[in-house]
């Protein structure tokens, strides 16, 4: 049974920073794309940063200087860290991940969600 499991969300003042983690545990062959979205209050979800197993990240512009992707593949766990925390990034935000394992028998690639961890930004 694989999962992950997040932490790291908070209240914080603008300006302020946070640090996120995406655990994977479980029977784990390989963690292929690790995708970081968020949920504003009344909006939908959106994909705001990935990661590639080879090491690519990639972020939307709003973002792009103030977040950052970090891998510990020892660990199979993946680190954001968000610096200079606006009111408007106050969402939750949740990982998603392409992992490779076995389910009743068949190898494949299977998509995993965290549980989600709340991140507000307010004064």
């Known amino acids: 049974q694989v999962q992950l499991v997040e932490s790291g969300g908070g209240l914080v003042h603008p300006g302020g920073t946070l640090r996120l983690s995406c655990a994977a545990s479980g029977s784990i062959t390989s963690i292929k794309d690790m995708g970081w979205y968020r949920q504003p209050p009344g909006k939908q979800r959106e994909l705001f940063a990935f990661?590639?197993?080879?090491?690519?990240?990639n972020y939307i512009d709003s973002v792009k200087g103030r977040f950052t992707i970090s891998t510990d593949n020892a660990k199979n766990t993946v680190y954001l860290q968000i610096n200079s925390l606006k009111p408007e990034d106050t969402a939750v935000y949740y990982c998603n991940a392409q992992i490779e394992t076995v389910r009743g028998g068949l190898r494949a690639l299977y998509a995993y969600w965290g549980q989600g961890t709340q991140v507000t930004v307010s004064s």
């Open positions: 990661s590639t197993s080879g090491g690519t990240t």
